[in-house]
Each structure stands twice: as structure tokens, then as C-alpha cells.
């Protein structure tokens, strides 16, 4: 068949276009831009923040036999907002999809976007939901839980969460992890027997636990004994980190996914058990055991690069504070005396050092591409020649008990490692 997937390149959408075509089906990938590594697909520009109407889907969807919206978005970014993406660019296809005949419409929703649904990410899929089931069409909406793929950032998340040695959770509700492979396993046994109308089936794991259930499994899949400690987080703390989260806007923290985790959400597994023909996979048999090992190196590399990063800026933002008048700034002049700075250039060097390593440091938190790359960099070249400066005239230094010079490797490590991570992009 010709299938349609809008979303074909995020994760989910790329995962079933390629399933699709093994099976022989022809793909056309709808989307902001083209797939990486979907070979053999034709695509189509499309983009719901743009809201083409149904008579634009209408003209590009002659030959097609079923239409997968696996198109979405977890945090609204200018014009990609939830009800562009989620409610009203979706009701558009689906209008022209019941207009130009097509045989099965597949919607990939959310476990959640029900009546009670309190987010807006919820609420926008329930409307795109229902605008599907009131034209009435063979289709089938597919409401999936918290979703495993290695390579998503939420899994990535999780791992990160799971090596951690001590962790501070909410108590939370319940959740029901599926395994992305299951959600792809399922679309396409929908696509093979398209229902008479519209259906819904949560797509879930076959058992619902808590995040720190879910969490101890990941880390048993990664092959690590228990962690040190399990903390009780408040859910008024964990709803500050989401508000902060939000308004950072950075990373999968935000009011949303606070309020999601802390509702949890289930369902009845045997529907998707009857669609699979088959037991989903648990949580427990999530991780590939010969990924194992690269898997736990990505997911402690990604807890401790932010740590790194957080406590080389502290150092920068706190060295930068002392210089200023914390520490007394007669002995700070009498150090500089030692280099022979004196008088109104010792004055100078001081408040010049002090308000650069106070600017590398703000900067490290908030500088992105390559101006980060550049801080970093200079960072590496400053504190290399000081240590070269500081020990050809006090090399006295070098065995000082409190090591103000060999402290200076970890911290030379440290930012090599941050700068190694940084992708190289504009």
C-alpha cells in the first residue's frame, strides 16, 4: 500500500517507515524536512504550525491508502504550538483524508488525552482525537504510554535518572512503559486488519509500577546493583523544578511533564496483547543487553557533563567573587607583587581577572555553538598559562599543602571533557 506518515522524522515516525517498508508498503514521509537514513521514501514539506487546509492535503493525497499522523511535539517553540500540531493541522488532514478516500487513518496519540486530561499537550491531543472520530472513518487511535527507544530524549532521561547513585523521586502515580518496537509492531498490525471505524487502543506495557520500579529496572537493564539511596521528593518541590524547568526552557522538565508523571496514567494492556497477537515486552527486558554497556557509559557521561559544567562555572563565578573583595585585596595585590605588577597596573590586572573570570563563568552556563566552544577554549589557554606563569616564578607552589597548582589538572580535565562533547555546530 501507500502509506502516509506525517512526523516521519521524528523517532516513532522514522522507527514505523522503515517497518513499513520491509513489509513492502511505499512510504511518503510528510514533514519539516526529510528523514535522515529512510531510503527509497518520497517526501513531502509539510508543516502543521503553517495550517495548510484540507484542500491543500487533499491534492497530495491521491494514490494514498492509509495516513499515520505521528507528528507532535512535547514543548510549544514559537510557531509550533499544541494546537497547531496536535488539534488543528491534524483535523485538516483528517477532513482530507475522508475526502480523498483514503482506506485507514492511524493517529498516534497519548495515553491521557482522555476527559480528565489536565496539560495542554493532553488536551490538544484529545481535540485532534476527536476530530478524527467525528468524521467517522476505518481508523484507529493509538494512545501510547511512556514510550522506550534508546534513542529518544526521554529514554535518555530515564537512563540518566537510573545510573544516578541517589535518587530523589515524587511518589507519583502509576505508569505503564511500552517499548517503541511494540508501538511500531502495532500500527502495522492496524494497518494489516484496518478496523471498520473508529477504534481506541492504549498502547501499554503489560504492567503498570511505580516511576521508581520503572527506574530500578532500567538501571537492573544496565546492568548496575541498587543505588545507594531512593529520596522522597515532595510534589510541591517537584512541581518548582517543573516551573523552573519550564522556564529555562530546556530539557523534558516542565509543568507538563510534572503534572504527567505525578498523575501517572494505565489502562488495560489485553486489547494491545489481542492486536500484537502476543505478551508486550516488560520493563524489565526494555534494555538490549549486548547495548548494555554503551548504553550506561552515554547515560553516566550525560549526568556528569551538567555536573561538570555547573561546578566549572561555580569555580570561574566564585574566583571571580573573591577577587572582587571577598579576600582581601591588599593580599591580592601583594600575590601580584610577586609577577612585579605594582601600583595602578596591579589595580588594574585585579579587577580585570576578576570581572573576566566572573564573564567565563555566567557564559559557561548560558553560552550555546561556538561561542561556547570559544569560552571553553579560552578557559583551557588561561588557566594553562598561569600554571606555566605561576610555576616558573613560585614553583614553591607545587608542594603547597592545600595544592592551589595541581588542582588546577581536575580542572583542565574537566573542561577538555566539556569541550570534546560540544557538537560541532554554527
Known amino acids: 500500500m501507500n502509506v502516509l506518515i506525517t512526523g516521519a522524522s521524528g523517532l516513532l515516525g522514522r522507527e514505523l517507515a522503515k517497518t513499513l517498508q520491509r513489509a513492502g508498503h511505499s512510504i511518503v514521509a510528510a514533514g519539516r524536512s526529510a528523514p535522515a537514513g529512510l531510503k527509497e521514501a518520497s517526501f513531502l514539506k509539510a508543516d502543521f504550525a503553517e495550517l495548510p487546509d484540507a484542500p491543500w492535503w487533499e491534492s497530495r493525497l491521491a494514490g494514498i491508502d492509509v495516513v499515520v499522523n505521528a507528528a507532535g511535539i512535547f514543548r510549544e517553540l514559537g510557531r509550533q504550538t499544541f494546537e497547531a500540531v496536535h488539534a488543528r493541522g491534524p483535523a485538516a488532514l483528517f477532513e482530507a483524508s475522508a475526502r480523498a478516500g483514503v482506506s485507514l487513518v492511524v493517529q498516534v496519540s497519548a495515553l491521557g488525552s482522555d476527559a480528565a486530561a489536565k496539560t495542554e499537550f493532553h488536551r490538544s491531543k484529545r481535540a485532534g482525537d476527536d476530530a478524527l472520530r467525528a468524521l467517522g472513518l476505518p481508523s484507529a487511535i493509538v494512545q501510547p504510554s511512556l514510550v522506550y527507544a534508546p534513542e529518544g530524549p526521554s529514554t535518555q532521561l530515564f537512563h540518566r535518572l537510573a545510573v544516578s547513585p541517589v535518587l530523589a523521586l515524587p511518589a507519583g502515580g502509576q505508569i505503564q512503559p511500552v517499548h517503541i518496537a511494540d508501538v511500531v509492531a502495532g500500527i502495522e498490525a492496524v494497518i494489516a486488519q484496518p478496523p471498520p471505524g473508529p477504534v481506541t487502543v492504549a498502547f501499554v506495557g503489560p504492567e503498570a509500577m511505580s516511576l521508581r520500579a520503572y527506574l530500578a529496572a532500567l538501571r537492573r537493564g544496565l546492568g548496575l546493583p541498587a543505588p545507594v539511596a531512593w529520596l522522597t521528593l515532595p510534589p510541591a518541590v517537584f512541581r518548582a523544578l517543573g516551573h523552573v524547568g519550564g522556564w529555562l526552557r530546556s530539557g523534558l522538565l516542565n509543568?507538563?511533564?510534572?503534572?504527567?508523571?505525578?498523575?501517572?496514567?494505565?489502562?488495560?494492556?489485553?486489547?494491545?496483547?489481542?492486536?500484537?497477537?502476543?505478551?508486550?515486552?516488560?520493563?524489565?527486558?526494555?534494555?538490549?543487553?549486548?547495548?548494555?554497556?554503551?548504553?550506561?557509559?552515554?547515560?553516566?557521561?550525560?549526568?556528569?557533563?551538567?555536573?561538570?559544567?555547573?561546578?566549572?562555572?561555580a569555580v570561574w563565578i566564585w574566583t571571580g567573587l573573591v577577587s572582587l573583595g571577598l579576600y582581601s585585596a591588599a593580599q591580592s595585590l601583594q600575590l601580584l607583587a610577586d609577577f612585579g605588577l605594582q601600583g595602578s597596573i596591579a589595580v588594574l590586572a585585579l579587577y580585570s581577572a576578576a570581572a573576566l573570570?566572573?564573564?567565563?563563568?555566567?557564559?559557561?552556563?548560558?553560552?550555546?555553538?561556538?561561542?561556547?566552544?570559544?569560552?571553553?577554549?579560552?578557559?583551557?589557554?588561561?588557566?594553562?598559562?598561569?600554571?606555566?606563569?605561576?610555576?616558573?616564578?613560585?614553583?614553591?607552589?607545587?608542594?603547597?599543602?592545600?595544592?592551589?597548582l595541581s588542582k588546577n589538572l581536575p580542572m583542565l580535565a574537566g573542561i577538555a571533557l566539556l569541550l570534546a562533547s560540544e557538537q560541532r555546530e554554527p
Open 255 to 313: 509543568r507538563d511533564s510534572v503534572d504527567m508523571l505525578l498523575r501517572g496514567n494505565t489502562a488495560d494492556s489485553s486489547p494491545f496483547m489481542r492486536l500484537l497477537g502476543r505478551a508486550a515486552t516488560p520493563a524489565g527486558s526494555f534494555v538490549d543487553g549486548s547495548r548494555a554497556p554503551a548504553l550506561r557509559a552515554q547515560a553516566v557521561l550525560g549526568l556528569a557533563l551538567p555536573l561538570m559544567n555547573g561546578a566549572v562555572a
Open 357 to 404: 573570570d566572573l564573564a567565563l563563568g555566567v557564559l559557561t552556563l548560558v553560552a550555546r555553538g561556538r561561542l561556547r566552544r570559544w569560552v571553553l577554549s579560552c578557559q583551557l589557554l588561561l588557566i594553562m598559562a598561569y600554571t606555566v606563569m605561576i610555576s616558573a616564578t613560585m614553583a614553591h607552589w607545587w608542594l603547597h599543602p592545600f595544592g592551589p
